[in-house]
């Protein structure tokens, strides 16, 4: 029997919109060309999939934003292959000091911040499918988001350390972007995890108008 199909509201539309925007724009004068490609096809992957995926599986538009800024998140850091974000640039122009001297920061840290935003920003569209079409209290529903960034945080570290056997060195350093550090990989995965506990333990009533069993209105 076929899935009904749901027309996208506008503002999902408007947010995806936005998305292709910034991916199409992320590739003016691509600085590192050799890994952009690797960087930018799940961007491109999922905004081709996200009509047909969210008509039949209708989101909140909570969860489609959390989505979108995650991946404007990644968008912004493939285009510097992610170590080399000029966000100390940045911060200078605006406020004539860097992160790096504030902090005493001896690295480039936006991978950082992408990895606990992953954590953070999944757990609204994660707890919503959960309870939607899963059928999960929210016990469960909390169950399941921790369960989704250990496991996605684990396979993309595990998909990174293939990488570095199967790619030139040069290539799978500048998209592993581990910058020397060891730990890299368990720091990444503890960071999405520690952003999805801090989203977690945000009172439940918030969450609760964000992520609704009934179906999203149009």
């Known amino acids: 029997m ?8 506008a503002a999902q539309r408007r947010l995806l919109g936005l998305l292709l925007a910034l991916l199409l724009v ?3 004068d691509q600085p590192y060309p050799e890994v952009a490609l690797l960087q930018h096809i799940p ?12 008509r039949r599986w209708p989101m909140s538009t909570a ?9 404007a998140l990644h968008t912004l850091g493939g285009r510097y292959a992610y ?7 940045w911060a200078r122009a605006m406020t004539g000091t860097s992160l790096a001297d504030a902090f005493g920061w001896t690295r480039n840290h936006y991978d950082r911040l992408v990895h606990f935003a992953f954590g953070a920003l999944s757990v609204i569209p994660v707890a919503e499918i959960a309870r939607r079409w899963g059928g999960l ?3 469960g529903a909390g169950l399941a988001v921790l369960g989704w ?7 993309y570290e595990i998909f990174e350390w293939l990488l570095t056997i199967v790619a030139a060195g040069d290539t799978a350093d500048r998209y592993n972007g581990q910058q020397g550090d060891i730990w890299d990989a368990q720091k ?8 999805a506990i801090l989203v977690l333990a945000i009172p439940r009533r918030d969450r609760r108008e964000s992520c609704a069993t009934s179906p999203p209105s149009r």
Do not use: H
């Open 83 to 89: 170590s080399n974000v000029p966000y100390d640039e």
């Open 2 to 9: 076929p899935v009904p199909q749901s027309a996208i509201p």
């Open 26 to 28: 992320a590739q003016i």
């Open 149 to 155: 960034v250990l496991a996605i945080s684990c396979l």
């Open 188 to 195: 990444d995965m503890a960071l999405a995890l520690s952003g």
């Open 137 to 139: 209290g929210w016990r």
């Open 63 to 71: 969860s489609v934003a959390c989505l979108t800024l995650f991946m």
């Open 43 to 54: 961007t491109a992957l999922l905004l081709a999939l996200s009509p047909l995926l969210l």
